[in-house]
């Protein structure tokens, strides 16, 4: 994911991704969402990125608060140079995709297709569920 965000962020400050299917990916620590953004760092030192991850899914625990996270570095003169933000943010939905979306079209009710088809920049599928035991009939 790291080494495609960049790509994500071409031409622009932020990037926004849809994880469709989250379960346990959603519940990792902030220091593993850190890994990301420090390898973001080895790729490109010079601009700021802004990512937002909405992770949907029927599994995503309902008690998850979106929260931000950066990169904090300890103030030490040393270093030679400032530098660019990288922060994360990260928004839960227990639900569907299609009711996310749906959800969406709701609180802007004069939202074309166009807009709705751009709001996330890249899908990420860590699990789409296929063999899930709910899915089973």
């Known amino acids: 994911l790291g080494r495609h965000l960049t790509t994500l962020l071409s031409n622009k400050e932020a990037a926004r991704i ?3 299917g989250a379960r346990a990916e959603c519940t990792l620590p902030n220091k593993y969402w850190r890994e990301l953004l420090i390898g ?10 802004l990512t937002t991850i909405d992770f949907v899914g029927p599994d995503v625990p309902t008690q998850l608060k979106s929260k931000t996270i950066d990169i904090t570095l300890d103030d030490d003169e040393s270093t ?6 990288r922060e994360l943010t990260m928004n839960f939905h227990s639900l569907h995709l299609h009711e996310v979306v749906l959800k969406i079209l709701k609180s802007q009710p004069e939202s074309s297709t166009e ?10 599928l860590f ?8 899915l089973t009939k």
């Open 40 to 49: 973001t760092l080895a790729i490109d030192t010079e601009s700021d990125a």
């Open 115 to 124: 807009q709705i088809k751009n709001v996330w920049d890249g899908f990420v």
């Open 18 to 20: 849809c994880c469709v």
């Open 127 to 134: 699990n789409p569920g296929l063999g899930h035991p709910n």
């Open 80 to 85: 030679p140079k400032q530098l660019p933000k």
